[in-house]
């Protein structure tokens, strides 16, 4: 019986992983949930898991929420300290990561503190302190287990060869919703076209970043810290149909791949049950029906937010949590309709520019420049 903590229990990976959760009802139980303010989803959840503590975004929030839950005997806690409790002291053996952006960073670095395993959804604490996260992970010995299918797939065909044998990490992308679309039409694009994402169902966030392949460079910096290969060695294909998961190519040219139905419980199992394997009900990928897998290049003119990333990562130092805050401000003024879609790169390069790269050693120091350019990009 594994012990869990989900932290954006909510949110698409958080109820992703409840449903996998409850179609293994042997294998797991629910230590603690965390969630922003979904009060209505989370009292449900809470009634059908009974964990020991629960926590969300606000005061106000915890009382709501320990009115309807009654007698029910969870404890209710809120605000950081609600979230570092559930991700450090609730009894979890396995801490579901799955809050959206660097709000991830405490947490995650609690739970790995705090010696426990981490089934990695938030690529945005990796982006911003990849190195301190994984070398805090090494030093307690705990593993970080991807959740991302991209980075899933990879750990499946790394298997045991080492990093030293591995000639490059390929990444899928399937292009997202604009891939075929004039770029002299983008200023145009609405949240709602943005929204629609051809192959995965997911959070807002990560379905904007997507669309404008951020996703694909903040999923770079994401592998390169997970696996110790250099981020020149880190490349990004279009493959629209998302079948392949990714790649990895090795120093002997053999090429190995992940396939699969483009559905998130399977990666989420994997970094569940690992280093098993469980059967479950999600459909099959019957190869028969596949018209074709194609690849292409990514268009770098078109698509400028990989190469800001690519970027960020070489520079290194506060660079990706530049890279990461103007993001996160660039997409929810995109989702506000304050600035076009083609302006959510300009506004991240102009943040890199404002912000010279410096060292950082600690979280605090990661997390001071991930305010200056909130701070500062409120003026622009
Ligand atoms: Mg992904």
Redesign the pocket.
Known sequence: MRRLAILGSTGSVGTSTLEVVAAHPDSFQIAALAARDNLDLLEVQVRRHAPRLVSVGSETGARELRRRLGRTPTEVAWGTPGLLQAAGDAGADLVVSAIVGAAGLLPTMRAVAAGKDVALAN?ESLVVAGDLVTAEARARGVRILPV????SAIFQCLAESGAGQVRRIILTASGGPFRTRPRATFASITPEEALKHPNWSMGKK?TIDSATLM?KGL?VIEAHWLFGVPVDQVDVIIHPQSIIHSLVEYVDGSLLAQLGVPDMRVPIQYALTYPERRPNAVPRLALETLTGLTFEAVDREKFPCLDLAYEAALAGGSAPAVLNAANEVAVERFLNRRIGFDEIPTLIRKALDAHPRRAVGTVEEILEVDREVRRRLEDY
Do not use: G
């Not at 991302?148 to 980075?151: A, C, F, G, L």
């Open positions: 690529k991302d299918s991209e980075h990560v996703n999923e």
